[in-house]
């Protein structure tokens, strides 16, 4: 079993409609990151969270520590967010210090 | 202010040869971070510097090393290629000190590297 799972794995959405992404740890964590990726491969970190809630433009992204539970929400979706949305933790246990572990990726298609 | 920088962009070299990919960290940040991406699968933790010392590395083989030099900048060195060994190589740069830390980590563009 993967240390972080994603769903959905795939995700085609209208332009206009609220898009959630969820990601789900099995390990202790210091921090989560949601990351972007593009076609041409280049990652953009989009929030790192440790609590709470963050909101940057049409993005939110919450954590729930005691559930072991993140969702990244896209509010009026539009095609240039079309990409690959990872969710990646940085563990806190001594042989993982440093590293992050990702989840596999949703692939996030919105046709205009 | 530039973001971290990786160099070559696509690579292209024969099974068995050796593979140099070199990342420059974002200015003032001490901590590199490499991973490799290989199609179809997630990212894979490859190797942690941290002011020139290697601080962790992935589940990879031997073949896979690296360095930081004084400026911060790093090297990744594939030797001995194989075909699997194609993929997505990213660097991630954060401001670190000697603790843990949980800062925010900034990614290049990646190196495309195939193996013929």
């Known amino acids: 079993k993967n240390e972080v799972e994603q769903s959905p794995q795939n995700l085609t959405a209208q332009e206009g409609e609220f898009i959630t992404i969820n990601c789900s740890y099995s390990?202790?964590?210091?921090?989560l990151h949601w990351l972007q990726q593009h076609p041409g491969g280049g990652i953009v970190s989009l929030f790192m969270?440790?609590?709470g809630k963050k909101k940057h433009g049409r993005l939110i992204a919450t954590i729930n520590i005691q559930e072991k539970h993140s969702s990244l929400h896209i509010t009026a979706s539009h095609p240039r967010d079309s990409a690959v949305y990872i969710c990646?933790?940085?563990?806190?246990?001594?042989?993982?210090?440093?590293?992050?572990?990702f989840g596999k990726g949703t692939k996030l298609s919105v046709k205009p | 202010e530039a973001g971290v920088t990786q160099s070559p962009t696509h690579l292209i070299k024969t099974r068995g040869q050796q593979a140099t990919l070199r990342c420059s960290p974002i200015?003032?940040?001490?901590?590199v971070y490499w991973y490799q991406q290989a199609l179809g699968l997630g990212l894979q933790f490859l190797l942690w510097?941290?002011?020139?010392?290697?601080?962790n590395r992935g589940n990879f083989p031997p073949r896979f090393s690296g360095r930081q030099f004084p400026n911060y900048s790093s090297e990744l060195n594939v030797n001995a290629l194989e075909l699997e060994d194609s993929a997505l190589y990213l660097c991630?740069?954060?401001?670190?000190?000697?603790?843990?830390?949980?800062?925010?980590?900034?990614f290049g563009q990646g190196t495309r590297l195939t193996v013929v």
């Open positions: 969270l440790s609590s």
């Open positions: 390990v202790g964590i210091s921090a």
């Open positions: 200015s003032g940040h001490t901590s």
């Open positions: 991630a740069s954060s401001p670190t000190h000697r603790e843990f830390t949980n800062t925010e980590a900034f």
């Open positions: 990646a933790v940085r563990s806190n246990y001594g042989g993982s210090q440093g590293n992050l572990i």
């Open positions: 510097y941290d002011e020139g010392e290697e601080r």
